[in-house]
């Protein structure tokens, strides 16, 4: 464990810009229709409370994806089939619904 000063170090999360704007189109949210499924997991996943699960993480060290964004990524893979750590892996860097 990380301590620094007598405290207990506090984790770094990645940024999630799930609205980041681009060049074209503006917005990755324009590629997903309002009623895919992904928006259903997005919306349910944003409400549960996973307290007990960031209090698992350690700080120090480089920042961590945030647990409810890897949470969102496996509810949504095992939706859409995919179990394998690979096959998941591949679908986030070509799918835009991930």
Do not use: C
Request: charge should be positive; charged fraction near 20%; aromatic fraction near 12%.
């Amino acid at each position: 464990m990380f301590y620094f000063h007598g405290m207990k170090a506090k984790p770094v999360w990645k940024t999630d810009h799930q609205s980041q704007l681009s060049l074209l189109p503006p917005s990755y949210d324009d590629f997903v229709p309002q009623n895919h499924p992904v928006r259903i997991v997005n919306a349910i996943v944003n409400r549960i409370d996973i307290s007990s699960i960031e209090v698992t993480y350690k700080g120090g060290g480089t920042s961590s994806y945030h647990p409810r964004a890897l949470l969102k990524i496996l509810i949504y893979a095992y939706l859409r089939n995919l179990y394998s750590s690979r096959k998941i892996e591949q679908a986030l860097g070509e799918n835009i619904h991930f």
